[in-house]
C-alpha cells in the first residue's frame, strides 16, 4: 500500500502555485517538496523573440539581480532585441532622409519659378 503524504505548507489546494514533487528522504519517507513555477523568457516588445543576455527568472529574483545582469549595453537594452533595434535605427535615418530630399525638392522648384 502506498504512503500517504500531505501538504507541508498552509496552502491546501492544487493550484498553479502549489505545485509539488514527491521526494523520498535518507529515513525512507515520501515528503513533498515545493516546485518553483515555470519561467517566461524576457521578450522583445516589437517581435516577441526572446533576449538574449538576459536571465529567465521569477519577478522576485528579477527585482535582487543588479542592473548589469538584467540588461544588455545597448539602446533598448532589455526591452528590444537587436534587430528590432537596428530597423528602428535604419527607419530613422531613412525619414530623416526624406525629409532632407524633400526640402532640397522644394528649394528647388522655388528656384526653377
Known sequence: ????????RRHSYNTRSNKNRLVKTPGNR?????VAKIVGATR???CGDKLPGIPTVRPTALAR?????KHV???YGGSRCAH????RIVRSFLIEEQKIVK????QQQIEAK
Open 1 to 8: 500500500m502506498a504512503q500517504r503524504v500531505t501538504y507541508r
Open 103 to 106: 526640402k532640397v525638392l522644394k
Open 65 to 69: 539581480l543588479s542592473k548589469r545582469q
Open 30 to 34: 515520501l515528503v513533498y517538496h515545493k
Open 73 to 75: 549595453t545597448r539602446a
Open 84 to 87: 528590432c533595434v537596428r530597423n
Open 44 to 46: 522583445c516588445g516589437d
